[in-house]
DNA sequence: TTGAAAGCGCTACCAA
DNA sequence: TTGGTAGCGCTTTCAA
């Protein structure tokens, strides 16, 4: 691929005026620029952008940790973080962790190996582990979706325990006194934890009642589905049920359904996260909404203005939510 | 931040031997070996892989353009590219386009100066400026969705008019006669034109018939929930409904329960892409299965096959598709 | 087994 | 208004 020095050959110039061109640097002589543009479009010249970034010390790259994909947070996120990144004039460098602890870890160091401005990381546990690689990474990281402010690592997370508090009162409010907790492994502190201590919280404080029970599972309909069929076995008595997500809620409701009792009369249901599959099943299903897509745009706030200043304005930024009414609860 | 250079210089030894060290290169003993390693540990020396990149006229990077991310499609295409190109040892740079045909065209350009390797580019059309601009590229770019194989652009494409042409055949088969088709907008070649081509095909093949109608909206459950509830008017003898889209089919179920009728019952309706929606709403949405995470596999083998041979071995590559049975026809 | 030096493609400083 | 030159941080050849 021709460089900055066959383009000033066939131009009959030197490489620091090509250069000044490139730049639409001030100083160049009109006759000069057109003849160098024209050996530019003639040979096909395309800067080299990582000579660039060597010289200029400078990759306006920020990379971005995922565990996956295909998930209403991580989607809605990336199109929020993206579309700031991009008009910061950035790029996003893109790794999926596929839920894998150690990958995260290696996608830091590899990020900081290709001299990224700063890591965004989504994150669906912090363990020691993982503090550590934060801790050694050279440019600054924010984390998204569990709190690492407790080990100074800035963090954008969703409100969990207020979002528990308010489905604990939800649920008593439409006339549930059973209540139990269907969550997904105790790793994830936010989404497991968190909202069930806002659930126990609500029942102590309004009924000085517990949970019936902390059930676990994974993030899909189906797991909601399989635990709630053995737990409408153990529990025949639950007539609230509130479920760690979505997915898991609408897994929930079929169970419920299809041991002949009604979702929203016999058995309220709530979930979290406002997926799109809440708003077309049969009952309709009353949630939480999460702003994933400003979350995302907010962390890459976060971390812009952490690479700009050196120093975090905020340690932490709690998300806010929404109750969303409809009819299973 | 610490290089090469100083590692050197703490450890005693030359540059070159630090990089032997680095790169577990043979012939380096393993005294100075172990003086390197601690210099290294010592100052928290960091590869620059920008500098290497530079050196070694080699980037692994793959540039990535979606035209937006929530979407099922690029969701579970990402999830799918993203191992195989983790596998081979590359890194994905992204580039959300947001629908925008420019920023398409900017986004291969800019992938150009970071001298990816290659460029994925999920399309939602296929002009004349992009072609050129596809042509312009100095690595070779890979079509998701779109059929450019006619301007010589490998392409990664769904059998859309198989999928037209089947969806015919089983409203058809489910009773319906009097049968109409919810597109997107014409620029969509794959999903507006091609589907509604096959479903025109089937329909004169078997009966001789025509569509009642080929309406136009947008991606959304919403416009599928507009554009029927006026379709139903104009077309009262409307009996079966074929819709670009799971969501679109979604919304169009709505409007049609709103008037009264049974989805599945007095009108079939069938969609597109198995979107987990379908799955969930009531009656379920009988539609086509697309392996999107496999596409995304697949896209990435073969440019990453073009990358290392020079030379396409296949220049267009049709998934097939599955029918999937359920309430709504 | 190690070191010196060239050079990847660019920018930026200083001199002309 | 232009050109020469140094150097960003690394790898690699050649010589020692």
New interface residues.
């Given amino acids: ?1 021709a460089g900055l020095h066959e383009v000033a050959k066939l131009s009959g110039v030197s490489k620091s005026t090509v250069s000044r061109v490139i730049n639409n640097e001030y100083g160049v002589k009109a006759s000069t620029k057109e003849k160098v543009q024209k050996a530019i479009d003639e040979c ?1 010249y ?6 660039r ?2 010289k200029l010390q400078k ?1 306006n790259l920020i990379g ?1 940790i995922v565990p ?5 947070a991580t ?2 996120g ?2 929020g973080l ?2 700031v990144i ?1 008009l910061a004039g950035k ?6 962790s ?1 839920q894998d602890n150690e990958k995260e870890i290696e996608y830091i ?2 990020f ?4 990224v401005e700063g890591i965004l990381l989504y994150a669906t546990h912090l363990d020691e582990a993982l503090v550590k690689a934060i801790k ?1 990474s ?1 440019v600054p990281v924010v984390l998204i979706g569990q709190d690492g402010s407790l080990f100074n690592i800035p963090s954008i997370i969703h409100d969990d325990v207020g979002v528990g508090f308010n489905a604990g009162l939800r649920l008593l409010e439409a006339g549930a006194s059973n209540i139990g907790f269907i969550g997904v492994n105790s790793q994830d502190i936010a989404v497991d934890q968190c909202r069930f201590q806002g659930l126990t919280q609500s029942l102590q404080h309004s009924r000085q009642i517990s949970a019936l029970f902390h059930s676990r599972g994974e993030f899909t ?1 189906e797991s909601g589905y399989q635990q709630t069929k053995q737990l409408l076995l153990d529990w025949p008595q639950l007539d609230g049920l509130f479920c760690a997500t979505d997915r898991i809620a ?1 897994g929930a409701m079929k169970a419920i359904s299809e041991a002949n009792k009604i979702p929203g009369k016999d058995i309220k249901v709530l979930g979290v996260g406002n997926d ?2 809440g708003l ?3 009952p309709s299903l009353s949630t939480f909404n999460y702003a994933f897509d400003l979350s995302g745009k907010k962390s890459a706030q976060v971390l812009l203005d952490l690479i700009e200043n050196k120093q975090a304005d905020v340690s932490k930024l709690v998300m806010s939510f929404e109750n969303i009414f409809r009819q299973s609860c």
Same sequence: chains 1, 2.
């Fill in positions: 691929m096909g395309v800067a080299n952008q990582v000579a970034d060597l990759t971005v996956r994909m295909s998930s209403n989607a809605k990336l199109d993206s579309s991009e790029h996003v460098l893109l790794a999926n596929q160091k590899r900081n190996q290709k001299r050694q050279a309909i609408i799109e599959l077309v099943c049969t």
